[in-house]
């Protein structure tokens, strides 16, 4: 019966199992928060190479595939492909064994890196934990999480919001830029309903939390008028690209100077 039981644990069945539980399921970025890891033994012994979380995400490529259909007539076809990435992991890499019904807990703690995209609309990030079993097929264990913005990026929104300016889409979006830690960037466009209304169509900006500061580079999409205006948009010179920076101790203190410096800037490269 020990025989049968471990060849079955072997393929999974009956096999020892993992389950995380978070202290919430939502966090900001740059926060820690805590969880605990539960081994449940199967019906058999297992050993235990090591337990792995992971923080990971997901991002979207398309790729244009091209083809001659029957009658010789050239096809078009866009395919999508999603690859998962690992934005940050912790690994407990001493070795256990795990009897049978026997069930173990690990405590651990996270912190949320500054690169983790916000979730917003389908954006999504989730904590993974593996269990690497010797032998046998690994467990793993999938929680998904809310990701709020890093507290200085939480005050430029609210300030946009203050201006009228409202989110109407955000994208993630690969790159190949070398010197990132990932290779997207999560990029948010604002329409504006007050303050540079019937001027600029949309605000493009991506959020760089570097040298406990944020960086802005924002790429304004002027509405233009009349012919020049027709023409620079089939042009793409319609578009504008200003990068805005500010240091920890300007949203420490801020008594209003962070808008002030993003109105002026937007209006200096409107009024181009």
């Given at each position: 019966m020990s025989f049968f039981k471990r060849a079955m644990a072997t393929m999974g069945i009956g096999s020892a199992k993992i389950d995380t539980v978070l202290e919430g399921n939502s966090f900001r970025v740059g926060e820690e928060f805590n969880g605990k890891i539960y081994v449940k033994g199967g019906n058999v012994d297992q050993y235990i190479n090591k337990i792995t979380v992971k923080l990971m995400t997901y991002y979207l490529t398309e790729e244009i595939k091209r083809s001659v259909d029957d009658d010789n007539n050239e096809k078009e076809e866009i395919i999508t492909e999603r690859h998962n990435i690992i934005i940050d992991q912790i690994e407990f890499v001493e070795s256990f064994t795990i009897e049978a019904k026997q069930t173990v807990d690990f405590d651990f703690s996270f912190k949320i890196p500054e690169i983790t995209p916000i979730t917003l609309e389908r954006q999504a990030v989730w904590?993974?934990?593996?269990?690497?079993?010797?032998?046998?097929?690994?467990?793993?264990?999938?929680?998904?999480?809310?990701?709020?913005?890093?507290?200085?990026v939480q005050h430029i929104f609210d300030i946009l919001s203050d201006l009228g300016f409202q989110v109407i889409?955000?994208?993630?979006?690969?790159?190949?830029?070398?010197?990132?830690?990932?290779?997207?960037?999560?990029?948010?466009?604002f329409r504006p309903t007050s303050f540079l209304h019937g001027e600029v169509d949309d605000l493009e900006i991506i959020f760089n939390l570097c040298n406990h500061g944020l960086e802005m580079y924002v790429e304004i999409d002027r509405?233009?008028?009349?012919?020049?205006?027709?023409?620079l948009e089939c042009l793409d010179l319609d578009e504008s690209v200003i990068r805005i920076r500010f240091d920890g101790e300007s949203f420490e203190n801020d008594n209003g100077e962070i808008q002030e410096e993003i109105c002026n800037r937007l209006i200096q490269k409107v009024q181009v």
């Open positions: 904590i993974e934990t593996d269990l690497d079993i010797s032998a046998g097929i690994d467990s793993s264990d999938r929680d998904y999480i809310e990701i709020l913005p890093h507290p200085y889409e955000c994208e993630q979006k690969y790159t190949a830029f070398d010197g990132r830690a990932l290779p997207i960037v999560q990029e948010f466009k509405k233009l008028r009349g012919i020049k205006g027709f023409f």
